[in-house]
């Protein structure tokens, strides 16, 4: 398809399989990057938060991470500190993030990324929780 999408994914994160599964049950073929192996730069970052409209704290995965441990949910952490931090624990970034000529957008939840998309993928469609999403005829109910 010419409708480029790319997704910055973390394979071991249910919503991040699912917002994958969603782009790819519309046709698409994203370029996905597993940033748990990649990593992050500090402009790409600055980047994708700039395009979604996020600041880093906005950004920071807290559940199921070590940003309590590491005290990076003190309010006195700085952006610099925290964007340091996702650099060299790139767990700590909220994922899925996926960018399309639509814009850029953190899909928590799933279905978010529907928004991003030219085409809707065919029904009946759920996100990880088992919520249905599409059904049957196509019509998206969230």
């Known amino acids: 398809m010419s409708f480029p999408i790319v997704i910055h994914h973390n394979p071991d994160c249910g919503t991040s ?9 519309a046709g698409y073929a994203p370029v996905v990057i597993d940033y748990l192996t990649t990593g992050w730069t500090r402009p790409q970052l600055l980047g994708l938060f700039a395009a979604a409209n996020l600041t880093p704290p906005e950004a920071l995965r807290v559940s ?6 590491l005290g990076l949910t003190a309010p006195d952490v ?22 399309t000529p639509k814009g850029v957008r ?3 939840p799933s279905e978010a990324v529907l928004d991003l998309l030219d085409q809707m993928p065919p029904g009946p469609l759920s996100r990880e929780d088992g919520g249905l999403i599409i059904d049957a005829k196509g019509n998206r109910l969230v």
């Open 17 to 25: 399989r699912n917002v994958l599964g969603i782009i790819r049950a």
């Open 64 to 69: 199921k991470s070590p940003a309590e441990a």
């Open 78 to 99: 700085t952006d610099d500190q925290l964007l340091a931090a996702m650099i060299a624990h790139p767990i700590l970034v909220n994922r899925p993030i996926v960018c």
């Open 106 to 108: 953190l899909c928590r």
